[in-house]
């Protein structure tokens, strides 16, 4: 039952971690898209 437990607490941080390592992700690529976008002009 401990192991379980350990298992499944461990899985829903890591996929906390993934969210918000995406959520750093999208924002990279839209200030890189915004970057583009000056120097387009």
Not at 21 to 39: N, S, Y
């Amino acid at each position: 039952m401990k192991i379980i437990t350990v298992i499944l607490t461990m899985f829903i941080l890591f996929s906390l971690s993934a969210c918000n390592t995406m959520a750093g992700l999208g924002k990279d690529i839209q200030h890189g898209g915004e970057a583009l976008e000056r120097t387009a002009q």
